[in-house]
């Protein structure tokens, strides 16, 4: 079991991954945007962030150079960007991460970039100059 932090902006989407990640035993709290997202880290780390790009209020890359920035912790945290933005690889490497799936994906596909991620647990490198703007 995990513990998850699930941010999306798609309300569908996180009501559908949620449930199913808890079915398969993970703790699952959920933010509709970066902004929430920072609140619930600051309540407590998870075991790994899964960050959509495009957001409201605070976009995904955006979230994630604040974890880093502001460090506590939060900076050693994996990050996998879930999203279906073009060049998802490039924005995943310009914030350091090495995990990330396009949109749209398998639920089996999200459980093996899941595994992987929980298996290897690498937080992001330092992120490029620039990473808070897709």
Known sequence: MADLLLVDDDHDVTEVLAEFLQAEGHLVRVAENGEEGIKLLNERLPDLVLLDVEMPVLNGPAMAYRMFVENLGRERVPILFMSGVPDLH??????GTRYYLTKP?????????LDKALHERAAPTYPERGASSV
Do not use: H, I, T, Y
């Open 105 to 113: 994906f398998s639920l089996d596909a999200l459980l093996k970039s």
């Open 90 to 95: 490039r924005v995943a490497a310009r914030v």
